[in-house]
């Protein structure tokens, strides 16, 4: 009787399954949220006076980095200042600088609108983030002008100009400024009337050179 023949080569064993690829974390993401102000932009053209209404500006970003939004009701900053976003409270915030051209004119939580009723199409300037809202008003001063920085884009935004055209930058002049009242029809003739509720303000604008 011979040897059995040889045993059947063993299979081998299937491969280890590996673990899954590693899930990649969830991307952070930015929401942007969009404001409309009215500003009543009084522009220099080639047919004489122009006026922007509604402009759409893009001037509210829901971050995903907390920032410090202590300013309070009252306090104005100015247009470099609005754009950095930086919003804490400083003595410096100081309204009666001419180049503080934003006034906090309401602060609520992330849910609230602001003084005229609106979030969206709201004639205020607006930041939200995840714990609050701010609503800015224009602190313009009367007999001066402001230079409007990249007319109706999204950023555009306002500062202190000096009333010389051949700036080549568009600007526009406060023929008068009306605090307590938001009645438009007290507006000379020939100027453009824009207010605000709160706080209760009414600007006449005209062309820089007037």
């Known amino acids: 009787m011979g040897y059995?023949?040889?045993?059947?080569?063993q299979?081998?064993?299937p491969p280890y399954p590996g673990y899954p690829p590693a899930v990649p974390p969830r991307p952070r993401t930015s929401k942007s949220a969009t404001t409309l102000i009215t500003v009543g932009?009084?522009?220099l053209g080639l047919g004489g006076l122009n006026i922007l209404l509604n402009v759409p500006r893009?001037?509210?970003?829901?971050?995903?980095?907390?920032?410090?939004?202590?300013?309070?009701?009252?306090?104005?900053?100015?247009?470099?200042t609005f754009k950095a976003e930086r919003f804490s409270s400083r003595p410096d915030n100081d309204c009666a600088n001419p180049s503080a051209v934003y006034e906090l004119a309401f602060k609520g939580g992330p849910s609230a609108a602001c003084p005229d009723g609106k979030r969206d199409h709201s004639v205020y300037d607006r930041f939200t983030d995840d714990d609050s809202i701010l609503c800015f008003a224009l602190n313009l001063?009367?007999?001066?002008?402001?230079?409007?920085?990249n007319p109706g884009a999204p950023d555009m935004?306002?500062?202190?100009?000096?009333?010389?055209?051949?700036?080549?930058v568009p600007q526009v002049k406060v023929a008068q400024r009306?605090?307590?009242?938001?009645?438009?029809?007290?507006?000379?003739?020939?100027?453009?009337?824009?207010?605000?509720p709160e706080p209760a303000r009414v600007y006449c604008l005209a062309r820089a050179d007037s």
């Open 4 to 9: 059995p023949g040889p045993y059947p080569a």
């Open 58 to 80: 893009a001037v509210s970003r829901e971050g995903e980095r907390a920032r410090n939004t202590s300013m309070q009701v009252g306090e104005c900053i100015t247009e470099s």
């Open 157 to 168: 935004t306002m500062r202190l100009g000096n009333c010389q055209s051949h700036t080549g």
């Open 141 to 149: 001063k009367e007999g001066q002008c402001y230079q409007i920085q």
């Open 178 to 196: 009306i605090d307590g009242s938001t009645d438009k029809t007290q507006c000379p003739q020939g100027s453009k009337a824009e207010s605000y």
């Open 11 to 13: 299979q081998p064993y």
């Open 41 to 43: 932009a009084v522009l």
